[in-house]
């Protein structure tokens, strides 16, 4: 697939989002950017109970490697900025995952935050993520897409593109998780639209 500069510019743009009011650098872990013309299938190990493992493969848009590397599918980048309200956005997503890698955002133990900002982020993070766990497990529809529930890294993406493109949604749902992800980005996309 050709980089042109329309493949540049809209992944930026997308990405350009989540540092929007925020002191932050730019993403700094980030080496480089794989993208597919659209979804690749990749790798995917499945462990047994008994030890074994299980090599089988599945499809993607995209995905975020700790090592500095992001690889997202051109036709789902597209997708996701062709509809700014459906609560998918791979861009998103995936850069989400970078920011997350980069201050472990979904790892904070609220017994062992730092700072008071952080334990209040923690204790909300952790009672949000064990809620819609639950709500997940019993099939029951919230406005956080169910891929959510994998674990809480997955959580924290997942979010992140609901709290931009499904935002009041994702407020009343859950008003507090609303609040801490409006603190920490410096934004209230609730109010775009008004």
């Not at 890698?101 to 209040?120: K, M, V, Y």
Request: some cysteine; charged content about 25%.
């Amino acid at each position: 697939m050709t980089i042109s500069d329309e493949v540049r510019l809209l992944i930026a743009a997308q990405a350009c989002v989540l540092l929007l009011h925020r002191e932050a650098d730019y993403f700094p872990s980030l080496r480089s950017i794989l993208v597919y013309p659209n979804e690749y299938v990749a790798p995917h190990p499945e462990h047994q109970e008994d030890g074994t493992v299980v090599e089988d493969h599945e499809p993607r848009a995209g995905e975020s490697w700790g090592e500095g590397s992001l690889v997202l599918s051109w036709e789902d980048v597209l997708a996701g900025g062709a509809d700014p309200d459906d609560g998918e956005n791979v861009v998103l997503h995936e850069f989400a995952h970078q920011i997350d890698e980069e201050f472990g955002l979904s790892e904070i133990d609220p017994e062992d935050a730092a700072t008071e900002e952080a334990r209040q982020w923690a204790t909300v993070f952790r009672r949000s993520f064990e809620r819609f766990e639950s709500q997940t497990q019993r099939h029951r529809a919230t406005p956080i897409d169910a891929y959510g529930a994998t674990n809480e890294a997955e959580f924290f993406a997942v979010v992140t593109e609901t709290f931009f493109e499904r935002a009041a949604e994702l407020r009343v749902y859950d008003p507090d998780l609303y609040m801490q992800w409006s603190r920490y980005f410096q934004q209230d996309p609730v109010t775009w639209g008004v």
